[in-house]
């Protein structure tokens, strides 16, 4: 990953909201890494399904801060946010098959809840991804609209949504293939979101956060936002 590179992929990342990176992990190791998690899941989950969709509590998995440790991990995040960085923490986004649920479309920061959303989500791939196993998708140029409205989801895991009444026709939807191995990285302000999977194939994707230390919270949307979820988890649990 030479300069001229990363700086490639900066200017794409700064017009597009996100940027694709290749081999991040070898397949080897990636592989190695979906077999450790596995385990992992089956262990510490008290036989819940961690696969089904999302586990936000990924830093008990003992490979996680392994893998944040890689190289390219950290000149990827360097070079797109800056060395004033820290770790943001990780989070596991699964669809096991066929049926399993759609991300409803949101900004990571309407869950922050920061002054200006500057931080980014670096979404390795441990298995491969498409528009047909449910694979990430993102509103092009979405982050440059700044946080948009968001209200309460439906969707177990994820309280948040942008607003119906607003409108992103305008933005051309892209969803990247992945091979396993593969990261896509987007911002803390673009739109994304996932459909159902409708193969028989597992997406499996593990997330690496990371924000600007300078980066302030805003208390009053984090009070709101803390109520809603509240709120959403006596829903959503329920149903
Ligand atoms: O993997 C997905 O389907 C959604 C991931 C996501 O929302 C995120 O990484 O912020």
């Given at each position: 990953m030479n300069n001229k590179y990363l700086l490639s992929k900066r200017n794409f990342f700064e017009k597009n909201g996100y940027v694709i990176y290749k081999n991040i992990l070898s397949k080897k190791n990636t592989s190695y890494y979906l077999r450790d998690l596995k385990k992992f899941a089956l262990n510490k989950?008290?036989?819940?399904?961690?696969?089904l969709q999302g586990y936000h509590?990924?830093?008990?998995?003992?490979k996680i801060k392994q893998i944040r440790k890689n190289p390219k991990i950290k000149k990827i995040a360097t070079s797109l946010l800056g060395t004033n960085i820290k770790n943001f923490g990780s989070e596991l986004f699964a669809?096991?098959?066929?049926g399993t649920m759609p991300v409803p479309l949101h900004q990571d920061d309407a869950y922050w809840?920061?002054?200006?959303?500057r931080g980014l989500t670096l979404w390795l791939a441990l298995t491969s991804v498409s528009k047909k196993n449910g694979g990430i998708f993102y509103l092009q140029g979405?982050?440059?609209?700044?946080l948009m409205p968001h209200q309460m989801a439906k969707t177990k895991k994820f309280s948040q949504t942008i607003?119906?009444?607003?409108?992103?026709?305008?933005y051309k939807k892209i969803s990247p293939v992945l091979n396993k191995g593969d990261c896509v990285v987007h911002g803390g302000l673009t739109a994304h979101g996932s459909k159902k999977n409708i193969s028989n194939k597992p997406r499996i994707a593990i997330t690496f956060r990371f924000i600007d230390k300078n980066l302030t919270f805003n208390k009053s949307r984090l009070k709101k936002y803390k109520k809603q979820l509240k709120k959403h988890r006596q829903i959503t649990e329920a149903t």
């Open positions: 989950n008290e036989g819940k399904n961690l696969f509590g990924l830093s008990k998995w003992k669809k096991k098959g066929s809840c920061s002054n200006g959303g979405s982050h440059k609209k700044g607003k119906k009444s607003i409108n992103i026709n305008k």
